[in-house]
């Protein structure tokens, strides 16, 4: 079996403020949505998650998936944003929480319907109508960019 993996930008890889969608098409269809400012940016974040004791792995587990392909990872740079800044960052929090609150709301609406997995927390800081407008602008650039919205099924089937 040949596996392959493309990064479009090396950027994923460093420290950085990012929000990001982790998109699991085979044999069940999840989205884990996870946000990180860590020194290995989301590329870290991405091989923690699958790790043994990862949560995306706990997740899937948890779901009655062991092994899963066709994993397509999408991260959004929030560095033109300074509320998002720092290693741990409430606004990030309630940023991730807020979408994926909305990806659940559309996973059952989707092409090929998915699952939200991930594990968020709430802070005050979801009311704030700055970091709603960044979720639902963050969300729809996310839903034109992940499989499960494609036209075309047959594509990613």
Request: with cysteine; proline share 3%; hydrophobic share 40%.
């Amino acid at each position: 079996m040949t596996s392959k993996l493309y990064i479009s930008d090396i950027k994923i890889a460093r420290q950085k403020p990012y929000v990001y969608c982790i998109c699991i098409l085979r044999p069940s269809a999840f989205v884990y949505i996870g946000q990180s400012a860590e020194k290995r940016g989301v590329l870290g974040r991405f091989i923690g998650h699958i790790g043994k004791d990862g949560t995306l792995m706990k997740k899937t587990k948890e779901a009655g998936v062991v092994d899963f392909e066709d994993v397509t990872v999408v991260a959004m740079d929030l560095t033109d944003y300074r509320m998002f800044d720092g290693l741990y960052s409430r606004s990030r929090t309630a940023l991730e929480f807020l979408i994926h609150s909305s990806m659940k709301a559309k996973g059952c609406k989707a092409n090929i319907p998915f699952e939200v997995i991930s594990y968020v927390n709430n802070c005050s800081l979801i009311h704030d109508e700055n970091i709603q407008r960044i979720a639902e602008e963050v969300t729809e650039k996310i839903c034109k960019t992940i499989p499960f919205f494609n036209n075309h099924k047959e594509d990613v089937l």
